[in-house]
Nanobody, 116 residues
């Protein structure tokens, strides 16, 4: 059974940094594109960034220059480094595994709160 498990969320002050991690099953990691989304209270889930199986990345304008996605194929892990955090970054952050021909998978989410 495929599982995505996020970790690394928490409370951080504005301007601070956090690194989120997503552990994945080895059966999907090598061929799936991996991404991060977030959902703030009362808002729709928002795409943030993705990295293909080949390592190409793309970012939403809202996080470009502040967030960095990476993947460690040897460890079946994907990371989201978040810098210069703002209160509006407060949300539940979700890891996503996407393949053009198969179903998507989602993690359970990890809470990130940016507040002084």
């Amino acid at each position: 059974q495929v599982q995505l498990v996020e970790s690394g969320g928490g409370l951080v002050q504005p301007g601070g940094s956090l690194r989120l991690s997503c552990a994945t099953s080895g059966s999907i990691f090598s061929t799936y594109d991996m991404g991060w989304y977030r959902q703030a209270p009362g808002k729709q889930r928002e795409f943030l960034t993705a990295i293909t199986s080949g390592g190409s990345t793309n970012y939403a304008d809202s996080v470009k220059g502040r967030f960095t996605i990476s993947r460690d194929n040897a460890k079946n892990m994907v990371y989201l480094q978040m810098n210069s955090l703002k209160p509006e970054d407060t949300a539940v952050y979700y890891c996503n595994a996407h393949h053009a021909f198969f179903r998507d998978y989602w993690g359970q989410g990890t809470q990130v709160t940016v507040s002084s």
